[in-house]
């Protein structure tokens, strides 16, 4: 046995505690404890985000330790401030509160601790803090300085117990607000970070040396986007927004900024042969720093495993945890047959270009992929919307022939997957068409359920309740939308109109239909609508001017029967707007 000296070094030093953990335990033991589990995780995964290490926990206690004194209370700052958000909708006598300590000085490490008067005096300075609140050493104040923009109260020199001399302690103001994101000069949106962790997922960048690989590095990046979807814990921005940012270069706080989210995803996908090399990258988009990235080699066969560890392991990345049940929702893949997938993928592409040729050829390719498995259904969804697509708008001959491929292929999709959200979305759609309300209804209320964060659903929902005689809810639902998908496409603002023209707000349906930047025939036919209905003639003829340009074979008989009104009422008060502006019968 020896006296030598036991090894020392200077760290920075955080302790956290629970105030008042013996009262709540009292109140509801089981509770507080999975509230108090739920907790020391965001600590340990934010203490683990600024390069420190949690080196014990004793009971509601937390010591963790770091290299530099800016990086320990920089976690200190954002543990508070994320413990507060997640507790802002309980009580306060269901809330668990930490108070913090921070301390720079000497420790003695040991058998994976640490030890003396540094650890000591951060336990101490815990004890002074506010619950929810952090006090600091002079030494951390001095080591720190500006270097984080922080504002400090003086506390003064305070005897603490087991301490010889006195500690000069300071009281570290935390700013727990939330700024507002505006997405243009007419809208402004809280940011979604306010109430649950936002992410945004890039489109991965196709790195295969081959355009005709685009589709699959899209079609992965759209996956995962409808797997993080699918969990009520995170806030999802939507794919028609974060692909405005396809083939540009892109900086991460920027985009952080504009679609108002926490965290950004980016990736990239080099495939050859049957080989795919799959790189994704987790950053933290308020300051740029990568919180997780990982590269993933695998045969082609294996790529649905491929797309359930990338969600996982994101989920695992971020601070906020999710529940084991909201995870297992993540992991659905639609097939085994990687060449039927890879139809799939093809066919839905040809489908969002709206056009007559791709349309007809996204049907062959869907049509191919449930040939290959007939069990895919997410194929027989997506071919039903796109023999759907084809029956509206006469692509394609034998319109009844047309009209049960479509409802076949939809009542197959649900028949294979109930817990489908797309299949739900879908079924839904081709429901309205049919004016089977109640099913209708049915099937966008379930696939909202399965997966609350689908712009698609959500806009359905709004348009589906303006049909049902419920326009005002409607409104409610695509100013929800809206919010949701910042850069959204043209049908949201479309459909928007339709549904104020339904709740009789004439000039807000207006000048929303003056945002979609390529307005169609239907468009012009809701704007007259409107203008004849506040008695503005010129505005009408200007109207219809276009409408007859664009479609110059429009009858109003015609017209009323592609229209999806229940209640007859509700037709004929949009109908008489369009004989009021003497549109040809």
């Known amino acids: ?67 530099a004194a800016s990086d320990a209370l920089a976690c200190a ?31 003695i490490e040991d058998r994976g601790d640490i030890y003396g008067n540094g650890v000591n005096v951060a336990a101490r300075l815990e004890s002074l803090a506010e619950p929810g609140g952090i006090c600091v050493s002079e030494s951390i104040r001095s080591a720190v300085g500006t270097k984080l923009s922080l504002q400090y109260e003086s506390l003064g020199p305070q005897e603490v117990k087991n301490i010889e001399d006195p500690v000069l302690a300071h009281k570290v103001r935390i700013d727990t607000s939330t700024p507002s994101v505006s997405s243009d000069s007419t809208t402004t949106t809280l940011s979604p970070t306010a109430s649950r962790p936002s992410i945004a997922i890039l489109p991965f960048t196709n790195m295969s040396g081959d355009a005709e690989q685009e589709y699959f590095a899209d079609g992965l990046t759209e996956d995962i986007i409808t797997a993080l979807s699918r969990f009520h814990s995170f806030f999802v921005i939507a794919r028609n927004s974060t692909f405005t940012y396809k083939g540009q270069a892109v900086k991460i706080q920027q985009v952080g900024k504009e679609l108002g989210a926490r965290y950004v995803v980016e990736g990239s996908v080099r495939r050859a042969g049957n080989r795919v090399r799959i790189t994704v990258q987790l950053i ?31 989920v695992t990345a971020l601070p906020e945890r999710i529940e084991a049940a909201d995870l297992e929702r993540g992991r659905r893949k639609g097939t085994d047959q990687m060449v039927a997938y890879d139809y799939f993928l093809r066919g839905r592409e040809c489908h969002h270009k709206y056009e007559q040729e791709a349309c007809r050829q996204g049907v062959q390719l869907l049509e191919k992929a449930v040939e290959l498995d007939p069990n895919f259904a997410q194929a027989w969804a997506w071919l039903s919307c796109t023999v759907g697509q084809a029956w509206t708008r006469d692509y394609m001959p034998d319109s009844d022939k047309l009209w049960k491929r479509c409802v076949e292929a939809a009542k197959r999709s649900m028949e294979l997957d109930r817990e489908d959200s797309e299949c739900h979305r879908i079924t839904s759609e081709i429901r309205l068409l049919g004016r089977v309300y109640d099913e209708a209804e049915y099937h966008n209320e379930r696939g909202l359920e399965l997966n609350p964060n689908n712009p698609l659903l959500l806009a359905q929902r709004g348009y589906l309740l303006a049909y049902v005689g419920r326009p005002d809810e409607g409104v409610d639902w695509m100013n929800k939308v809206i919010r ?40 012009q036919a809701y704007r007259i609508s409107c203008h004849a209905k506040l008695n503005q003639i010129s505005q009408v003829d200007e109207c219809k001017k276009k409408l007859l340009e664009l479609d110059p074979d429009f009858t109003i008989s015609s017209y009323a029967r592609s229209l999806r009104y229940k209640h007859k009422a509700d037709l004929e008060h949009y109908l008489e707007g369009l004989r009021a502006a003497g549109l040809p019968e």
Not at 57 to 63: C, F, K, Q, S, T
Not at 96 to 106: E, H, I
Not at 285 to 313: M, P
Not at 501 to 517: C, G, L, N, Q, S
Request: charged fraction near 25%.
């Open 77 to 107: 700052v954002e543990a508070q401030k994320d413990l507060q958000q997640r507790s802002q909708d309980r009580p306060d006598n269901e809330c668990v509160k930490f108070r913090m300590g921070v301390n720079l000085g000497d420790v």
């Open 484 to 523: 949701l998908d910042p850069f959204h496409p043209e049908a949201y603002y479309a459909n928007l109109g339709i549904v104020l023209h339904a709740a009789h707000k004439y000039e807000d349906a207006i000048d929303v239909f003056k945002r979609v930047p390529e307005p169609k025939a239907t468009h």
């Open 284 to 314: 933290d988009a308020s300051n740029g720093n990568h919180l997780w990235a990982k590269n993933y080699d695998r045969d082609l066969d294996d790529i649905f495993a491929v797309q359930d560890e990338v969600t996982q392991s994101i």
């Open 1 to 67: 046995m020896t006296d030598d000296p036991l090894p020392r070094r200077l760290a920075a030093i955080l302790y956290a505690d629970v105030a008042g953990y013996s009262k709540l335990t009292g109140q509801d033991e089981d509770a507080t404890h999975r509230r108090l589990s739920h907790c020391l995780d965001l600590i340990s995964s934010t203490v683990n985000k600024h390069g420190g290490k949690v080196v014990h926990y004793a009971g509601d206690a937390v010591l963790a330790c770091f290299n």
